[in-house]
T-cell receptor
Framework: DAKTTQPDSMESTEGETVHLPCSHATISGNEYIYWYRQVPLQGPEYVTHGLQQNTTNSMAFLAIASDRKSSTLILPHVSLRDAAVYHCILRVAPGANTGKLTFGHGTILRVHP | NAGVIQTPRHKVTGKGQEATLWCEPISGHSAVFWYRQTIVQGLEFLTYFRNQAPIDDSGMPKERFSAQMPNQSHSTLKIQSTQPQDSAVYLC????????????FGKGTRLTVV
């Protein structure tokens, strides 16, 4: 059963800041929010993850709602290389018996020149 | 760091033949995962190992599929009597269990059963 809900696709233009939403209304207290992205002919690539606080790294900013029922991956100044399928995934805390990632279909991000 | 290495990148087998897919996880990673990806089903979890021991194989088809991890440097996924519906990209991934933050994926093996 899918535990996250994402839009099927989003469109953007190079240089824009993109906001990718994810809904996870039934998230458990020990579940982290992970984001991965995948381009054709490659395996998924880690983008970022968080538990409760907003996080930032060189790739993206992850904004997590205070009730943790939703999150938004923010990609600043996108380029054509950011075109990919973006997956929002819930994962039980590291060290638990199950650390697998359960993927949905994700959001296809299209970036136009 | 060469990342997770999967071989071969492409494999074509005849219906009914056996296919063995290889994965070399990142050195020092104790968790190894196998996934299957198709257009229709997307990315499906198959199985994973921790310190070479099978932990969760809930995604493995009950017949014809088996996975092993004989040592910490490689894992294999074997499909016996391959069928056309087994055609997919098979992805291997690894992570450091203690930290467990990032899961690193290989580029996958594209299996085509003709």
């Amino acid at each position: 059963d899918a535990k996250t809900t994402q839009p099927d696709s989003m469109e953007s233009t190079e240089g824009e800041t993109v906001h990718l939403p994810c809904s996870h209304a039934t998230i458990s207290g020990n579940e982290y929010i992970y984001w991965y992205r995948q381009v054709p002919l490659q395996g998924p690539e880690y983008v970022t993850h968080g538990l409760q606080q907003n996080t930032t790294n060189s790739m993206a900013f992850l904004a997590i709602a205070s009730d943790r029922k939703s999150s938004t991956l923010i990609l600043p100044h996108v380029s054509l290389r950011d075109a990919a399928v973006y997956h929002c995934i819930l994962r039980v805390a590291p060290g638990a018996n199950t650390g697998k990632l359960t993927f949905g279909h994700g959001t296809i991000l299209r970036v136009h020149p | 760091n060469a990342g997770v290495i999967q071989t071969p990148r492409h494999k074509v087998t005849g219906k009914g033949q056996e296919a063995t897919l290889w994965c070399e996880p990142i050195s020092g990673h104790s968790a190894v995962f196998w996934y299957r990806q198709t257009i229709v089903q997307g990315l499906e979890f198959l199985t994973y190992f921790r310190n070479q021991a099978p932990i969760d194989d809930s995604g493995m088809p009950k017949e014809r599929f088996s996975a092993q991890m004989p040592n910490q440097s490689h894992s294999t996924l074997k499909i016996q009597s391959t069928q056309p519906q087994d055609s997919a990209v098979y992805l291997c991934a690894s992570s450091s269990w203690d930290r467990g933050t990032e899961v690193f994926f290989g580029k996958g093996t594209r299996l085509t059963v003709v």
